[in-house]
């Protein structure tokens, strides 16, 4: 049972690349968000997918983008990167329906430098 | 709106200390709130919950207790490891429900042997 797993687990862009951040859990768990993790300022939603075929924006979804593949997948795109998003990525995941109890689950991260 | 203070690190501590991290909390009715841990290298991973007034959540000698009238949820151990070195984040979930959960900025704790 691997639980939420990413990849890369590090990667190093120039300005203007583009790439995706992958995420997976076998739960079966319905709910899934991505975070970034900067100093000082704890975690932030950038986007989240409440069930299978639905995402929201979280607190900071600008230069970003997301896909819910099926279920387990749920990946993250930034199309044209920048120094701004020099960070650490977090996927997780919780059993979902909205409830404010929820336990979440998070991945290992991925590091992320843009230069 | 929603908002989590927790306060800052970093906290040094000898081997067998009594720990003390502050949390407080600015929110409306009753918010579910949490304790997640981060070891160096790794992800976030639950420590406690509390989701009603005067619950306490405890694991691994940890505890928390839910204080409405204070708005407050501080994480307490009575004799910490050089194990449990690590980075806590206090958080909470809006009495609304929904998928927003809110993190502090997050305590890093140094435990010396």
């Known amino acids: 049972n691997a639980g939420v797993t990413q990849t890369p687990k590090f990667q190093v862009l120039k300005t203007g690349q583009s790439m995706t951040l992958q995420c997976a859990q076998d739960?079966?768990?319905?709910?899934m968000y991505w975070y970034r993790q900067d100093p000082g300022m704890g975690l932030r939603l950038i986007y989240y997918s409440a069930s299978e075929g639905t995402t929201d924006k979280g607190e900071v979804p600008n230069g970003y983008n997301v896909s819910r593949l099926n279920k387990r997948e749920f990946s993250l795109r930034l199309e044209s990167a920048a120094p701004s998003q020099t960070s650490v990525y977090f996927c997780?995941?919780?059993?979902?329906?909205?409830?404010?109890?929820?336990?979440?689950?998070f991945g290992p991260g991925t590091r992320l430098t843009v230069l | 709106g929603d908002s989590v203070t927790q306060m800052e690190g970093p906290v040094t501590l000898s081997e067998e200390a009594f720990l003390t991290i502050n949390c407080t909390y600015t929110?409306?009715?009753?918010?579910?709130l949490f304790w997640y841990v981060q070891y160096p290298g790794e992800g976030l991973q639950l420590l406690l919950k509390?989701?009603?007034?005067?619950d306490k959540g405890s694991n691994k000698g940890f505890e928390a207790t839910y204080r409405k009238e204070t708005t407050s949820f501080h994480l307490e151990k009575g004799s910490v490891q050089v194990s449990d070195s690590a980075v806590y984040f206090c958080?909470?979930?809006?009495?609304?429900?929904?998928?927003?959960?809110?993190f502090g900025a997050g305590t890093r704790l140094f435990v010396k042997a």
């Open positions: 997780a995941s919780s059993e979902g329906g909205g409830r404010g109890t929820d336990t979440q689950y």
């Open positions: 739960m079966n768990h319905n709910s």
């Open positions: 929110a409306t009715g009753y918010p579910s």
């Open positions: 958080a909470l979930s809006p009495y609304t429900g929904g998928f927003k959960t809110i």
């Open positions: 509390a989701t009603k007034a005067d």
